[in-house]
């Protein structure tokens, strides 16, 4: 099971996302998001839960709970679609430059 989790403080790593979620079982993956210019945290991640029950166990503890202060956001993840990821900001629009 993927989990999104988003609101997390910039300080938390992806070894530090782990070790919260292992609390509810295993972890096979945790990835915290990088800003691509800066190198720094964008304040949220993706876990990796091989089991169900134990994903949404932690689901259920954890939304809305607090982490350092932030109030964080932990729901299942939303599969990923190809093509809609975002661009970086003044990155050029590609329909844009096949019109020009």
């Known amino acids: 099971m993927r989990i999104f989790v988003a609101n997390i403080p910039y300080s938390v790593t992806s070894e530090i996302l782990e070790d919260g979620f292992s609390h509810y079982g295993q972890v096979a993956d ?19 839960m091989p ?18 202060g932030r109030r ?18 003044g990155a050029p629009d590609k329909a844009s430059d096949s019109a020009a």
């Open 30 to 48: 945790a990835h915290v998001i990088m800003d691509y210019e800066t190198g720094r945290s964008r304040g949220f991640g993706f876990i990796e």
């Open 72 to 89: 964080i956001i932990v729901q299942p993840a939303k599969p990923h679609l190809p093509g809609t990821a975002q661009r970086r900001p």
């Open 51 to 68: 089991n169900r029950s134990e994903g949404e166990a932690a689901i259920l503890a954890l939304d809305g709970g607090d982490w350092s």
